[in-house]
């Protein structure tokens, strides 16, 4: 069926905030975007309603919802805060004639595509090819990772926990760093040290390394020390992220042959961007032995959208509508 619809609503939906806009299905513009504490409303259906009527959109009928937990069927229920709800039932009970709801991380996958110039800037060389596998992973509370294919002239998302396998440590300091996080967790997976919290757990690990009784920081603050150049442990924390950022960025780009390019989405990476562009990213995603030069033909880009959940789940609504 041809997509005739012209406008829609979608969401962005965190354990902190919900994100709405209205968005243009023909040009993917969002505009009438508001944000709204989760804890305000008894639950999605509320906010989304509440949304409809503040900005005036109770006439748009097709809504996609990205939300930060899996999306496995119609029961869906928030890993890091209690909304659940039918899938069918919050259609029906909201008069929808389509609502589509996925992994957040799925709506950054189907981003990609639509990105601009002005959304994304390149770190090193390589030249991406649309039509071949792309990944994308993104730190932020956690650590975020997918791939999106090209099939017959759609994209097909391929969404995972690539943020929990093993973590491997290739340094004497990263050694040190595993050690000290396997004592505490057990196992030590890449979302330990590639997200908020594992910033924060590198700093405490590299004071310890360098016998510094220093008081735990949060990782705002650790990067805006490094972003000022006052803390030399600050600035090896935040080097020490990007290069093994660049490791597992590296790993995705092998995994499925991403010549379609290697995203980088997330929170922190684009306010530590100048940081970023000096570290050891680009030579640690090109360091795969045998496969270096693999690796260097792939683009790596860091993704400056300010809401690619929004625009991925328009551009998975249009071409919902367009199948």
């Given at each position: 069926m041809a997509?005739?619809?012209d406008y829609a609503i979608v969401a962005d939906i965190g354990g902190t905030n919900a994100r709405?806009?209205?968005?243009?299905?023909?040009?993917?513009?969002l505009d009438k975007v508001a944000v709204y504490p989760c804890a305000t409303f008894a639950s999605l259906a509320d906010a989304l309603a509440h949304y409809q009527q503040e900005q005036q959109l109770s006439n748009l009928k097709h809504v996609a919802i990205a939300i930060a937990c899996p999306v496995n069927g119609d029961s869906i229920s928030?890993?890091?805060f209690h909304w659940n709800f039918s899938v069918s039932a919050m259609q029906q009970q909201l008069g929808l004639e389509r609502l589509l709801v996925m992994n957040d991380f799925?709506?950054?996958a189907m981003s990609l595509p639509a990105l601009t110039k002005?959304?994304?800037?390149?770190?090193?060389n390589g030249t991406a090819q649309s039509h071949l596998p792309m990944a994308v992973l993104g730190a932020g509370t956690g650590l975020g990772v997918a791939h999106l294919i090209s099939v017959n002239n759609q994209f097909i998302p391929l969404p995972?926990?690539?943020?929990?396998v093993d973590w491997a440590a290739q340094t004497e300091q990263e050694w040190f760093i595993q050690q000290v996080l396997r004592k505490e967790y057990g196992h030590v997976s890449p979302e330990r040290v590639l997200s908020g919290p594992g910033l924060e757990a590198i700093y405490r690990a590299l004071a310890l390394h360098r016998q510094l009784d220093v008081a735990p920081l949060s990782a705002g603050e650790i990067g805006s020390l490094a972003l000022q150049g006052s803390s030399e442990l600050a600035s090896a924390t935040v080097a020490q992220f990007f290069a093994s950022l660049g490791s597992i960025a590296g790993d995705l780009?092998?995994?499925l042959s991403a010549f379609g390019g290697v995203y980088v989405a997330g929170g922190i990476a684009p306010k530590l961007l100048p940081l970023m562009a000096a570290s050891d990213f680009r030579t640690r995603f090109e360091a795969k032995g045998r496969f270096s030069a693999f690796n260097r033909q792939i683009a790596t880009y860091i993704v400056t959208a300010p809401q690619p959940g929004l625009l991925g789940a328009a551009v998975y609504l249009k071409q919902s509508l367009a199948s």
């Amino acid at each position: 069926m041809a997509n005739t619809v012209d406008y829609a609503i979608v969401a962005d939906i965190g354990g902190t905030n919900a994100r709405f806009s209205r968005v243009n299905l023909n040009s993917l513009n969002l505009d009438k975007v508001a944000v709204y504490p989760c804890a305000t409303f008894a639950s999605l259906a509320d906010a989304l309603a509440h949304y409809q009527q503040e900005q005036q959109l109770s006439n748009l009928k097709h809504v996609a919802i990205a939300i930060a937990c899996p999306v496995n069927g119609d029961s869906i229920s928030m890993t890091n805060f209690h909304w659940n709800f039918s899938v069918s039932a919050m259609q029906q009970q909201l008069g929808l004639e389509r609502l589509l709801v996925m992994n957040d991380f799925t709506a950054v996958a189907m981003s990609l595509p639509a990105l601009t110039k002005n959304d994304k800037v390149q770190l090193g060389n390589g030249t991406a090819q649309s039509h071949l596998p792309m990944a994308v992973l993104g730190a932020g509370t956690g650590l975020g990772v997918a791939h999106l294919i090209s099939v017959n002239n759609q994209f097909i998302p391929l969404p995972g926990e690539g943020g929990h396998v093993d973590w491997a440590a290739q340094t004497e300091q990263e050694w040190f760093i595993q050690q000290v996080l396997r004592k505490e967790y057990g196992h030590v997976s890449p979302e330990r040290v590639l997200s908020g919290p594992g910033l924060e757990a590198i700093y405490r690990a590299l004071a310890l390394h360098r016998q510094l009784d220093v008081a735990p920081l949060s990782a705002g603050e650790i990067g805006s020390l490094a972003l000022q150049g006052s803390s030399e442990l600050a600035s090896a924390t935040v080097a020490q992220f990007f290069a093994s950022l660049g490791s597992i960025a590296g790993d995705l780009a092998l995994t499925l042959s991403a010549f379609g390019g290697v995203y980088v989405a997330g929170g922190i990476a684009p306010k530590l961007l100048p940081l970023m562009a000096a570290s050891d990213f680009r030579t640690r995603f090109e360091a795969k032995g045998r496969f270096s030069a693999f690796n260097r033909q792939i683009a790596t880009y860091i993704v400056t959208a300010p809401q690619p959940g929004l625009l991925g789940a328009a551009v998975y609504l249009k071409q919902s509508l367009a199948s």
